[in-house]
């Protein structure tokens, strides 16, 4: 399985905003933190926005936060949301055009491990992400240490 741009990119944001802690971010910081595109970083910014993931405050002072705590960001939710398509193969599909989907069993055992996989990510949150190497993180995203207290 491969996971999306969209989605690498969403667990970069919410990690960053999680290290940054209360104080606001802005997407064109992230971009630069990360050297990935603004303008794909805004949809994904968007999408966290719309599934209540962050709050995107407009104006002059306002920026990125996030609105949930690090602990209840499930990183199987965020996967779920932010993947368009978990179909691991086209049989997956209700109208598949493979001949011998009625006998096969590829189907059953792909999709047990794509709960498998999801299980487990299940079973961490954006704090386990960020947790103890935080300071680390600190120091490698450049953020002033003094103004990321949390």
């Not at 940054?20 to 802005?26: A, F, L, N, V, Y």
């Not at 992400?129 to 953020?143: D, K, M, T």
Request: hydrophobic share 45%; aromatic share 6%.
């Amino acid at each position: 399985m491969h996971l999306t741009r969209f989605t690498d990119y969403s667990l970069r944001v919410l990690i960053f905003l999680a290290t940054k802690g209360e104080q606001r971010s802005t997407i064109t910081e992230i971009a630069e933190r990360f050297d990935i595109s603004r303008n794909h970083l805004m949809k994904v910014v968007q999408d966290l926005n719309h599934h209540g993931y962050i709050t995107a405050i407009r104006g002059k002072n306002g920026g990125l936060l996030l609105k949930r705590a690090p602990q209840t960001i499930i990183l199987g939710e965020l996967v779920r949301d932010t993947e368009r398509d978990l179909k691991l193969v086209e049989c997956f599909d209700d109208d598949s055009p493979c001949i011998i989907t009625p006998a096969c069993r590829l189907s059953p055992v792909l999709a047990e491990a794509l709960a498998a996989f999801l299980a487990v990510l299940d079973r961490y949150t954006l704090a386990d992400l960020v947790g103890p190497q935080r300071s680390e993180l600190i120091q490698l995203l450049q953020l002033d240490a003094a103004s990321s207290d949390a």
